[in-house]
Nanobody, 125 residues
């Protein structure tokens, strides 16, 4: 089970750090991802991190501004969001991909096995 938190209302240019806590399973068995769903739009990929090695992949729209990380000792993943823009406004979801691949990151929604409940991020202009 995944629990996302850390969302809120922030002004453009500000920062937020989202957290994703896993309560079950062996966290290190999962590659992790963050997705978002802007109002009236489809869910889209934001960032992903591999099981080990810290390999990360980002959507072009967030490269250089967002950083994904994980702490297996705490069963948690994070998304540090800097230089936020109004177009980053969305419900953000964390997801876990149970994979045998150590260094792979996934952008496909269908690749993920478990999803958190979402946390709202609103960026005002």
């Amino acid at each position: 089970q995944l629990q996302a938190s850390g969302g809120g209302l922030v002004q453009a240019g500000g920062s937020l750090r989202l957290s994703c806590a896993a309560s079950e399973g062996t966290f290190s068995s999962y590659a992790m991802g963050w997705f978002r769903q802007p109002p009236g739009k489809e869910r889209e990929f934001v960032a992903a991190i591999s099981r080990i090695g810290g390999r990360a992949n980002y959507a072009d729209s967030v490269k250089g501004r967002f950083t994904i990380s994980r702490d297996d000792a705490k069963n948690a993943a994070y998304l540090q969001m800097n230089s936020l823009k109004p177009e980053d406004t969305a419900v953000y979801y964390c997801a876990a991909d149970r994979t045998n691949m150590y260094f792979v990151t996934e952008e496909r929604i269908g690749a993920y096995d478990y999803w958190g409940q979402g946390t709202q991020v609103t960026v005002s202009s």
